[in-house]
């Protein structure tokens, strides 16, 4: 896929990103978010307390995975180094973003409030390499 199709592909519908990262004895944890695309971000909010933000705080490393269930099927990995900000700002903006896209029959801004009130974080992750494949099987 080129730039444009990759980025296109991420940011189409409600498609969940699998976060994968490592867990402090080396299994990985890999678990389904509701995301989206900034320039050259991913972005996502966590709530207090998840493993994804425990390890987050001693390895930023990451990885994100979208794939397309349906034949002819696709998939787009993305790697990168997270950064994770409490800001309610941005925990607000990431946070209403995500609402619009994934949750259109609830208040946006009332959602991102949830968010901030129970002291969710948001996660940006600077995209350093990414693999994108389509027309597979």
């Known amino acids: 896929m ?24 080396g299994r990985p944890h890999v678990t389904p978010v509701c995301f989206v695309l ?16 425990r390890r987050l705080a001693h390895d930023r490393r990451v990885a ?7 034949q002819p099927y696709s998939f787009v990995t993305i790697e990168g180094q997270a950064r994770v900000s409490a800001d309610a700002d941005q925990v607000r903006r990431i946070g209403t973003a ?13 959602l991102a409030e949830t ?3 129970q002291g969710f974080t948001a996660v940006h992750i600077g995209i350093a390499n990414v ?3 389509s027309g597979l099987g």
């Open 2 to 25: 080129t730039d444009g199709e990759w980025r296109s592909f991420v940011a189409a519908g409600v498609r969940l990103g699998h976060v994968a990262l490592m867990r402090e004895d």
């Open 38 to 53: 900034e320039g050259d971000e991913v972005a996502f909010v966590l709530s207090p307390g998840s493993v994804k933000g």
């Open 64 to 70: 994100v995975c979208v794939s397309d269930e349906r």
């Open 98 to 110: 995500i609402a619009e896209r994934y949750y259109p029959s609830q208040s946006a801004d009332e």
């Open 115 to 117: 968010f901030v009130r």
């Open 131 to 133: 693999i994108a494949r």
